[in-house]
């Protein structure tokens, strides 16, 4: 009963009857921060922790907290301030199907570079966040980010690199990431920036890029430009 309360008012951002909950005996549990997370209220989040709530406990399927508020910079602030490991999240890619919580994920970077401001991406990375430890770029690309592209590549994210390390999730370079969703001015992007279209990922960049017409004509012009400045 008190579960399904605090479920209920932390969705519904309203601080005083989740602190009031808390003050009985509800439970903290991954529902709670999830539904925290989407609601997006710091005072919850600032009640959850005033009740003993750990922010480095993971949530579903071994993720960060930070992971379900990327987006909002006061909340990633927040929960750094309080402590929140930007390392530690879910496993990316192991053979043990026993092991949910890496203390060295990427996983925080990554999403910071799908969908977080590059204010956010340099604050992770000043409160300790491993580059060499994500695949940033990749998911970059994915999300035709093209300010965060821009900033990776001055923090000499490789362009080019192939993402062996992501195992059955691999697809290629971030070009290919690029082509598979569909951006056409990530894809021009790229290429400008010195992408190259002949390596080959899990299909070849044109196979990525087929959906999509105009992905496909920047790709093509690409080339004519190429052997137009070689002749």
């Known amino acids: 009963m008190l579960r399904h309360g605090l ?6 951002s309203q601080p005083a009857i ?34 003993g709530w750990d922010v480095n406990e993971p949530t579903l399927f071994g993720s960060n907290i930070l992971t379900h508020v990327i987006d909002n910079e006061q909340l990633v602030r ?24 890496d203390n060295e994920s990427g996983e925080v970077l990554n999403a910071a570079a799908e969908k977080a401001p590059v204010v956010v991406f340099d604050l992770l990375l000043a409160r300790g966040a491993r580059l060499e ?18 900033r990776l590549l ?28 569909g951006h056409a001015e990530t894809v021009r992007y790229l290429l400008q920036e010195g992408a190259d ?22 790709i093509r012009n690409f080339e004519v430009l190429l052997v137009l400045v070689n002749l």
């Open 154 to 181: 001055e923090l000499q994210v490789d362009i080019n690199g192939l993402d062996d390390s992501r195992g059955p999730y691999k697809i290629g370079t971030p070009l290919h990431y690029a082509a598979r969703f």
């Open 7 to 12: 479920v209920k008012a932390v969705k519904n």
């Open 78 to 101: 927040w929960l750094l301030d309080k402590g929140t490991n930007p390392n530690q999240g879910a496993v990316l890619c192991s053979p043990d199907v026993n092991k949910t919580t």
């Open 18 to 51: 989740t602190s009031y909950l808390l003050a009985r005996g509800a439970k903290i549990d991954e529902a709670v921060t999830i539904k925290a997370a989407e609601g997006r209220c710091l005072q919850i989040f600032q009640s959850l922790y005033e009740h």
């Open 133 to 150: 430890r994500s695949h940033p770029l990749y998911f970059a690309a994915k999300g035709g980010r093209n300010n965060m592209i821009r």
């Open 197 to 218: 279209p002949s390596i080959t990922g899990l299909e070849s960049l044109f196979r990525e890029a087929e959906p999509f017409v105009e992905v496909t004509e920047v």
